[in-house]
C-alpha cells in the first residue's frame, strides 16, 4: 500500500513513465508530433492498471473482494447461502436498492444528497396500488406505472427547482422532502391501513421469473451486443488512427462475461429461472450507462460534479443539469417503490420509511460512487445494493438480529468509504485526484 | 503582422458605482501579435479583459472587430467573434480527461450521441499542432497533469474554436520555471500562427520574452503602449508605478 505513505498532496507529473515535464525540443515554429501512442499490449496494459492501483485508481476491485469475502464467509456459515432458491432471493431483495440507488447515483455525481428517495419510494407504491385497488374506478396497469413514476418525477422537478432556482441547499430542501413525503403516505393511505395489490402484472416484476431459454437468450443477446459494440468501438477508432486498448483484453472481457453470464443463469434456472426484476436492473444499468457515458446530459453531469465555473464557462446550463438529476432520482425512486410493492404484494403506512433510503445511497457508496461529486457510476448502485442484499440475506439465514444486521451493514458502509477516502489519498498523493 | 488591428478600442469606459474603473482606454492588438497587458493591482487590466469578453460590457466607447464596428454585450458575442480567454483559474475540471475537457460545453454527437472518436482526433490535432508533445494520453484526467501542462490545455481549448484573439490572464502565475518555458513557448506560438494574442502577467522578464508590443494602464488610463524591441524593464516599470509620486497628485486613492 504504497500510496498511504506519501506525504505530499501537491499536484505532480505522474511518475510511472514517459512524459517528461519540459519539452525541450519545442522551436517557436511549431513542431507536429502528436502524443504518440502506440496501441497497448496486453502486458503494457496489465502493467499501467498495477500503477493505477498502487497510484489509488482501485476502481471496483475492493468491491469484487468484498463480494467474494462476503459469500465465502455465509457460506461457511450456512451451506444454503449458495443455493439457486437463495440466489433468486437475493436478486429479488437487491433490486430495489439497485433502483433507487442508480436514481440517486445522478444527484450524488453532482456532489449533492437526495434524503427524499425512501419516501418518494413509498408514495410511488402507494400511488400505484391505490390506482389499481378494483373498486370500480381502477386504472390500467400502465397507467397506473406511467402515474406513479410520473408523480417521482414531479416530486423532483419540484425539489430541483427549490434547490437550483432558489437556492435552498439540497439537503434542506429533500430534508423537507423526507419529512413531508412520509406525511403524503400517511394521509393517502388514510384509514385503509394495508392496500394489497391484485394486480397479476406487478406482483409478476418480482414474482415470476423468465423460462430457463428465456434467461439463456437474455444472457447470449447480451454478450454478442457487448463483443459487436467493443468491435465497432474498435474499428471506429483504428479507422481514426486512434490507440486502441489491446484486442486480447476485448476477448478475455467478453470471455469473463459471458462465463459469468452462464454460472448466474445455470445456477438460478436450477429453481425458478431469472426473475423479471432483475432483467429490468440490467436493463435499467444499461440504460444509465449509456446516458452517463455516451451522451452530452452525461457529460455535463459530470462536468457540473468537477467544476461548477468551469461547467458554467464552458456555457453549460448548471440549472438544467441540477434539475434534472433530482427529477432522475425521484423517478427512479417511484419505480423503486413500485418494484417493492410488487415483492410485498402490498403497500401499508410504513412504505418508503425503514432502512430504504439510507441502503440505496449505501448500495451507491458501497459501489465506488464519491459523495463529494465528480466520480461514480451507475453500475456501482448495482453492485452495492447486491453487497448490501447479500449482507441482508446471510444474517437473515444465520437468525440474527435486526440489530445486529443494522450493525454489520454500518461496518461494511464504514469499509467501503474507508477504502474510498484512502484512494483518494493515494490520489491526491500521486497527483490522480 | 499586418497593420490592421484586429481588435480595437477607442475610448472605452467602464464605471462600476462610483468607481471609474476605465477612462477613455484606447487599446488595439493586430493578427499575429502579442500585445502584453501590464498595469499595477486595480489599473483596469481586469476590466478591459471583461470588457473586451463581453461579460461587464463597456459604458461608452468603440469596439472594433476586424476593422468593423460590433456590440458585445455578453460572453456568447465575443466568442462568436473567435475571442477566447484562457482564466487565472483554470476553467478545467479536474475530473474530466483532456479530451473530455478540451470539448466541454460543445461536445460533437453524432445522432446524439457523443463522437468521442471525431473529439478525440481533432484534440490530438490541435495539440500537436502547438507542440504540445508532453502529454502522456490525451485520455488520462486533467487532475493528473502539471501546471505547465494544465495551462497547455486550457490554451489549446481556447484555440481549438477557430478563434482569432487568445487572451492569457496571467498563463504563468502559479508555475515553475520549467513550467512557464513551455507555457511561454505555447504563447509565441500562438502569434507565430497568425493569432493575436493579450497577454496579462506581472512578470516582466517573461513580457520582454514573448511580447511584441506592452500597453500599460494606470489608474484606469492607457499611459502608454511601446514596443518591447524600442523599451527596457526600467521604462516599463517607471510607466506602471509612473515612476515618482509627484506626477500622480491627488489619484492614490482612486485605486
Known sequence: ??????????????????????????????????????????????????????????????????????????????????????????????????????????????????????????????????????????????????????????????????????????????????????????????????????????????????????????????????????????????????????????????????????????????????????????????????????????????????NVEASRRAGISIDRIRISVFMISGGMAALGGIILASRLSSVDTGAGGGSILLLSIAAAVIGGTSLFGGRGTVRSAVIGAIVIASIDNGLGLLNVSAGTKYVVTALVLLAAVTVDSLARKGRESSGRA | MSEQPLLELQGVSKTFGAVQALTHVDFKVRPGEVMALVGDNGAGKSTLIKGIAGIHPFDEGQYLFGGESVSVSGPKDSAALGIEVVYQDLALCDNLDVVQNMYLGRELTKLRRLDETTMERKARETLASLAVTTLQSVRQPVASLSGGQRQSVAVAKAVMWNSKLVILDEPTAALGVAQTRQVLDLVKRLGDNGLAVVLISHNLHDIFEVADRITVLRLGQNVAELKTSETTQQLVVEQITAGKLSTVPGQETAA
Do not use: C
Not at chain 1, 471496483?60 to 444454503?80: D, H, K, M
Not at chain 1, 451486443?225 to 474499428?235: C, D, I, K, N, P
Open chain 1, 1 to 306: 500500500m504504497r500510496f498511504l505513505e506519501r506525504p505530499s498532496r501537491t499536484y505532480q507529473a505522474p511518475d510511472s513513465a514517459g512524459g517528461g515535464e519540459i519539452d525541450s525540443s519545442s522551436s517557436p515554429s511549431g513542431t507536429t508530433a502528436a502524443p504518440t501512442e502506440a496501441n497497448e499490449t496486453l502486458g503494457s496494459y496489465v502493467r499501467g492498471r498495477i500503477d493505477g492501483i498502487k497510484g489509488g485508481d482501485l476502481g471496483s476491485i475492493p468491491i469484487i473482494v468484498g463480494i467474494i469475502l462476503i459469500a465465502i464467509y455465509f457460506q461457511s456459515r450456512n451451506e444454503n447461502f449458495l443455493t439457486s432458491g437463495n440466489f433468486v432471493n437475493l436478486v429479488v431483495q437487491a433490486a430495489p436498492y439497485a433502483v433507487i440507488g442508480m436514481g440517486v447515483v445522478f444527484v450524488l455525481l453532482l456532489g449533492e444528497i437526495d434524503l427524499s428517495i425512501g419516501f418518494v419510494s413509498g408514495v410511488g407504491g402507494v400511488i400505484m396500488a391505490l390506482l389499481l385497488l378494483p373498486d370500480g374506478n381502477q386504472v390500467s396497469t400502465p397507467v397506473a406505472i406511467a402515474a406513479a413514476i410520473s408523480a417521482g418525477v414531479a416530486i423532483g422537478l419540484l425539489q430541483g427547482v427549490l434547490f437550483a432556482k432558489v437556492g435552498i441547499p439540497s439537503f434542506v430542501v429533500t430534508l423537507a422532502g423526507l419529512l413531508g413525503w412520509n406525511g403524503v403516505v400517511l394521509l393517502l393511505i388514510g384509514s385503509r391501513g394495508t392496500v394489497v395489490i391484485q394486480d397479476e402484472f406487478i406482483i409478476g416484476i418480482s414474482n415470476n421469473s423468465l423460462s430457463k431459454m428465456g434467461g439463456w437468450l437474455v444472457v447470449e443477446g447480451a454478450v454478442l451486443l457487448y463483443a459487436v459494440l467493443q468491435y465497432l468501438a474498435v474499428r471506429t477508432r483504428a479507422k481514426a488512427g486512434l490507440p486502441n486498448v489491446p484486442v486480447s483484453l476485448i476477448l478475455i472481457r467478453i470471455a469473463v462475461l459471458a462465463i459469468a453470464g452462464a454460472i448466474v443463469v445455470s445456477v438460478l434456472n436450477e429453481t425458478r429461472g431469472v426473475p423479471y426484476v432483475g432483467v429490468l436492473v440490467i436493463a435499467l444499468m444499461l440504460v444509465g450507462t449509456y446516458v452517463t457515458d455516451k451522451t452530452r446530459f452525461g457529460r455535463h453531469v459530470y462536468a457540473v460534479g468537477g
